[in-house]
Every structure is written in C-alpha cells, then in structure tokens.
C-alpha cells in the first residue's frame, strides 16, 4: 500500500543542514507509521526518528534529538527529515521505511518495517 522514495541527501559541511524528502505513494495513510533509519559503511542499520501519520507522535534517537525533526506534508503524501547542526558522524544512507501502526514491535524496530526506500546519501565532512 505504502511505496517510499527518498530525496534530498547530498554533501554538507560540519554544522550545516539539510531536509530529506520520502515521498509515499499509496491510496491511504492514516493507519501508518513512517520511520526514518541510517546506515553508516560498515556499520549496522540504526533508527533515527519516527512519525505517526495520524495523530502526529513523533520518536526520536538519543543521537539526533534535538538537532533533527521529522514531519509530515499530508496534502503532498511525504514525511521530511529535517536535520540541523550536523555532524561527521550523521554520515550515512538515510532510509525511509512505512509500516502499519502497531502496538507490539517498538518504533524503533527495523524488522517490523513492511515498506523501504531505496535510500538517499548523506555525506558530512569538511
């Protein structure tokens, strides 16, 4: 029901900003959680930040609360990603993933996201 498509990654200095854009496709979304997840090279899949199409709760790692917000266009079917004051180590592809509200699995859990991306690149570095 749900097909994202991420935009917006690109090269940005220590400090500097960037939005990404996931762009879901689909008939409805109001029963969906959409979620943001990053992979560094050589490193695991780690969450970065959620949101509840309806009613509008968010969840955020401990790594980027406070610097990144995520948000919904609801008229324009997209989730956005803004990330401020970044820094080398936010360096990562940057996933969109979508999955049916749940109560069981934890927002942060990347298993139990059905829909995925294909991923946007984010390089930060002097």
């Known amino acids: 029901q749900v097909q994202p498509e991420e935009s917006g990654g690109g090269l940005v200095q220590p400090g500097g900003s960037l939005r990404l854009s996931c762009v879901t496709s689909g008939r409805t979304h109001r029963n969906y959680e959409v979620a943001w997840f990053r992979q560094g090279s050589g490193k695991e899949r780690e969450f970065v930040a959620a949101?509840?199409?309806?009613?509008?709760?968010?969840w955020y790692a401990d790594l980027v609360r406070g610097r990144f917000t995520i948000s919904v266009d609801n008229a324009k079917n997209t989730v956005y990603l803004q990330m401020n004051s970044l820094k080398p180590e936010d360096t990562a592809a940057y996933y969109c993933a979508a999955r049916p509200r749940q109560v069981i699995n934890t927002i942060s859990s990347s298993s139990s996201y059905i829909y995925w991306g294909q991923g946007t690149q984010v390089i930060v570095s002097s």
């Open positions: 949101i509840r199409w309806a009613g509008g709760s968010t």
